[in-house]
């Protein structure tokens, strides 16, 4: 049984999530990254664990602010009545 693909050095698992190297590495030290495993002073990521960081992080697009402000009255313009 090949176990070569269960665990990701950082450099392999920044290109799997498609993130610089350096990011992986400021959200790991920020507590803002996605799980990883620390082996010795080797840190590694399981692929089944990125998946899972990746699904959590999933965002349903909602109506951006500015779409339910502009009514088309001046006077509503950034919520300040001009009178």
Not at 39 to 55: E, M, Q, T
């Amino acid at each position: 049984m090949d176990f070569s693909d269960v665990l990701l050095e950082p450099k392999e698992a920044a290109a799997f999530l498609k993130v610089s190297l350096s990011w992986l590495a400021k959200a790991r030290a920020t507590n803002d990254g996605p799980p990883f495993v620390r082996i010795g002073r080797c840190v590694r990521y399981s692929k089944a664990a990125l998946l899972r960081w990746i699904k959590s992080r999933e965002r349903s697009q909602k109506p951006s602010i500015a779409m339910h402000r502009n009514t088309g009255d001046p006077s509503a313009q950034n919520g300040r009545n001009r009178g």
